[in-house]
């Protein structure tokens, strides 16, 4: 079985467009790509504002369950230590 080549690619010696067609869709692509940007900024934004406040609900629970969990800690602790110091005297 014999493998067969495919043939080299030729390029065209005459493009289709001109430079001020590439200079117009350069222009347009661009337009297009600002209009996307705005509205990717404005999607964040957006996100952003609705995710703030669970975000900042969740900081506080833990906020209040480290308080609560290490201040329960440190009273067992120092009681403790209170009750070590009475039986020593």
Known sequence: MTEETPPAKVRPSKTNLTYVDYIEDFKVRME?????????????KSGYQSAKPIFNNIVDYLKQSYEKAFSAVDNVTTETKENALEQDS
């Open 32 to 44: 297009i790509h600002n209009f996307e940007v705005d509205e990717l900024v404005k999607d964040l």
